[in-house]
């Protein structure tokens, strides 16, 4: 569904979520009761993935509620492709590029390649610095107020024109319905 209704901000949430949980999951066998090092190059990559993650996730949740922002604010029906396809491009900008030059940025930060907590596995190492607290650790609590100020205003809104959006979302072509809505809603 979420595909057929151009939604690629929850379909980045979902990817982001299940790479995170192979992740954990990988590093949660291969490492049980155990400090050895049978995977570096493993190592390597899922760090940076999980230092992705990070702030991959809640700019995924802020574009999802940018959308819903802009659902529940909107005043006419017709969206067009070009509109989709714009959308398409920010959700793809802020949820994949914006991540993978914040794993580039963590580069920089890390004193070395990574720790391994037993039965946790692999784990990015930031050195503590000012720079770290400000490129690295600040990004994440930043986007999430941001998105947690959309969802607020969003809700605001909902609640505003709660009979008007229902007609709207009825005579919309996007297939998102009230249930929908508030499903997403509450994901972000």
Not at 66 to 84: D, P, S
Not at 115 to 137: F, K, M, Q, R
């Amino acid at each position: 569904w979420h595909i057929q209704a151009w939604n690629s901000a929850t379909c980045y949430m979902m990817l982001w979520t299940m790479i995170g949980c192979l992740i954990h999951l990988v590093n949660s066998i291969v490492w049980a009761d155990s400090l050895a090092n049978p995977a570096p190059v493993w190592c390597d990559i899922s760090t940076k993935l999980i230092i992705g993650l990070s702030i991959a996730i809640p700019l995924s949740s802020l574009c999802i509620n940018r959308r819903l922002y802009n659902i529940a604010t909107m005043q006419t029906v017709a969206v067009t492709k070009q509109m989709k396809k714009r959308a398409i491009i920010i959700d793809t900008i802020l949820a994949v590029l914006c991540p993978m030059i914040f794993m580039a940025v963590h580069y920089t930060m890390q004193g070395h390649r990574y720790d391994i907590l037993e039965n946790y596995g692999c784990w990015p190492s930031t050195y503590h610095t000012a720079p770290a607290y400000v490129l690295v650790i600040v990004p994440p609590i930043l986007v999430c107020a941001v998105s947690l100020v959309i969802c607020t205003l969003t809700i605001r809104a909902f609640i505003k024109r709660r009979s008007d959006f229902n007609e709207l979302l009825r005579s919309s072509s996007t297939g998102l319905t009230s249930t929908r809505y508030l499903r997403l809603m509450i994901l972000a």
